[in-house]
C-alpha cells in the first residue's frame, strides 16, 4: 500500500506532486510555526525555509524531531528580504509572527500566497493574502449535479439513446436517463411549441410506466421521476461561478497554476462561442449510479465518456493555439471539473487588512485587532505556550489544511480570514 494511501483518495497523485515539490516559507520558529511545520511535513511537503528573528516566541519543538526534515533556517535580512527574487522560489508563505521588519517587507514587496497566521493566548486569526486571484479546478463539491445534457440533447447523445430505446418493449430495467429522455422526447412530439414543464414530464413518466411495465413501481421510474428536474429546459445555464472565473481570466497572475488556469478559461471562452458547444460547458463525461443491468449501464457511461472525449479534443485544439505547453491531462481534469470552477479572492495586501481591522467594529473585531497590534510588541511565555498549546494546535491544523488547499489548488480555501475565539470556542470567518 502507497504510504500516503488515503490522502492519495482525497487529492490524487497531481495533487500529491504538488504537496512532494513545493518549497514552503514559514516566518517564525514559536510553537505554531513548528505545530504548522509539523502539519505540512507529515503529508509529504519536503522542502521548507524557516525564517528566525529574534522576536520569536520561544521553540516547542520537543515532539518531534526536525532534525530529521529538510528545514532550511535563516536569520531575518532586511536586506536580502526586501527583494523578490528572495521570495519566488516559495509556492506559499506562513506567517505566524508579527516581527515589524518583515510586516514592512508584507506591504512594500509583492510575494507568493500568504497565510497570516497569529495567536494571543487562546484567540488567534489565519488570513489569506495575495495580490492575484486563487483559481481552485478541482473544488471537490459534496453534491454534484449529474451532467447528463438532456435538455440539450447532443447529436452524439440522441443517436445513442435512439438506438438504446429501439424495441425496448418494457423501460423498468432502463436506466433513469434514458426514461427522462424518451418522456422528453414525448412530450416534445405532442407540444411542438409549448415549453416543456415537470408536470408534463411526471405525468410522461407514469404513463410509460403503467403502458410499458404494466404499472410496476420499477427503481428506475422512482429515480426517473426524482431527477425529473435534470430533463427541464433552462436546468443547464452557465453557473455564476464560471461566468465570475471568465471575467478574471485576463487578471495579471504571476503563480504559475493561476496562468494556466487563465489560459484554460480563455480556452473555454472560445469553446462557448463554437457552434458544436451550443453555449454550453465541456460535458463532464461523469454519469452517476443507476438502477439497471451492468450491460446497459456500461453501454450508457460508454456513450458519455466518448462524448467528453470529443469536447475534450476539441478544447486541446482551442488551447494549443495559445499555449502548447499545457497537458492534455491537464485539459481533460479541466473538462471535466469545469462546471464547479471557483475564484477565490484573498485580501490583496495587509494595508486592506490593517483598514479593515481600523474601521470595523463589534466584540469580534476588537479581538481580531487586538490579536494582530499585540504580535509586534509581545510574545506568550514558555509557560503560556504550555498553558494554550490546545489553541496553538487547533490553529495550526487549520493553517495547514488551509495551506494545503492553496498549494494544490484543490477545495476551496477560507474567503479570505478566519477568527478563532477560545474563550467561546467560536469560529468566524470574514471577507475584508
Known amino acids: ?165 429501439e424495441n425496448a418493449p418494457d423501460l423498468a430495467d432502463y436506466p433513469f436517463a434514458a426514461i427522462l429522455y424518451q418522456a422528453r422526447e414525448n412530450v416534445e412530439r405532442k407540444y411542438p411549441f409549448h415549453s416543456i414543464s415537470r408536470e408534463e414530464l411526471k405525468r410522461q413518466i407514469i404513463y410509460l410506466q403503467e403502458n410499458t411495465s404494466q404499472g410496476f413501481q420499477s427503481p428506475s421510474f422512482s429515480e426517473a421521476l426524482r431527477f425529473v428536474h435534470l430533463a427541464l ?78 469536447d475534450v479534443k476539441i478544447f486541446y485544439d482551442l488551447v494549443c493555439r495559445s499555449d502548447p505547453q499545457i497537458r492534455l491531462e491537464e485539459i481533460r481534469l479541466f473538462c471535466k471539473n469545469c462546471r464547479y470552477i471557483k475564484a477565490v479572492e484573498p485580501v490583496q495586501d495587509l494595508s486592506k487588512l490593517e483598514a479593515y481591522l481600523n474601521e470595523g467594529d463589534g466584540v469580534s473585531i476588537s479581538i481580531f485587532k487586538s490579536i494582530f497590534d499585540s504580535c509586534s510588541t509581545k510574545r506568550m511565555s514558555p509557560n503560556e505556550v504550555r498553558r494554550y498549546y490546545p489553541c496553538i494546535s487547533f490553529m495550526a491544523g487549520i493553517a495547514a489544511q488551509e495551506a494545503i488547499k492553496i498549494i494544490t489548488h484543490q477545495f476551496v480555501p477560507l474567503e479570505n480570514t478566519l477568527l478563532y475565539e477560545g474563550d467561546s470556542g467560536e469560529v468566524k470567518t470574514f471577507k475584508v
Open 233 to 310: 429546459p433552462g436546468f443547464e445555464p452557465l453557473p455564476e461561478n464560471v461566468k465570475q472565473c471568465l471575467l478574471l481570466s485576463d487578471k495579471s497572475c504571476e503563480t504559475p497554476f493561476n496562468r494556466g488556469a487563465q489560459t484554460l478559461l480563455r480556452a473555454l471562452d472560445s469553446f462557448l462561442k463554437t457552434p458544436h458547444s451550443r453555449g454550453q460547458l465541456p460535458i463532464s463525461g461523469v454519469v452517476p449510479d443507476m438502477e439497471t443491468s451492468s450491460e446497459l449501464y456500461t453501454a450508457l457511461r460508454g456513450a458519455y465518456s466518448a462524448a467528453a472525449e470529443r
Open 1 to 165: 500500500m502507497e504510504k500516503f494511501d488515503r490522502q492519495l483518495r482525497i487529492w490524487g497523485n497531481h495533487g500529491q506532486h504538488f504537496l512532494e515539490t513545493s518549497n514552503v516559507c514559514v516566518v517564525g520558529s514559536s510553537a505554531l510555526a513548528c505545530e504548522i511545520l509539523k502539519n505540512l511535513a507529515l503529508p509529504g511537503v519536503k522542502c521548507f525555509t524557516m525564517i528566525l528573528s529574534e522576536a520569536d516566541e520561544p521553540q516547542l519543538d520537543e515532539f518531534w524531531d526536525m532534525s530529521a526534515w529538510n528545514v532550511t533556517k535563516v536569520s531575518w535580512d532586511a536586506v536580502q528580504m526586501s527583494s523578490y527574487s528572495f521570495w519566488e522560489k516559495f509556492a506559499l508563505v506562513i506567517d505566524t509572527t508579527g516581527h515589524n521588519g518583515y510586516l514592512k517587507t508584507l506591504k512594500e514587496i509583492r510575494k507568493p500566497p500568504v497565510l497570516l497566521c497569529q495567536m494571543l493566548k487562546n484567540n488567534g486569526f489565519v488570513s489569506f493574502l495575495s495580490p492575484e486571484p486563487h483559481f481552485v479546478v478541482e473544488s471537490h463539491q459534496k453534491h454534484r449535479v449529474p451532467d447528463l445534457r438532456l435538455t440539450e440533447s447532443r447529436d452524439d447523445l440522441s443517436r445513442f439513446y435512439t438506438k438504446l430505446l
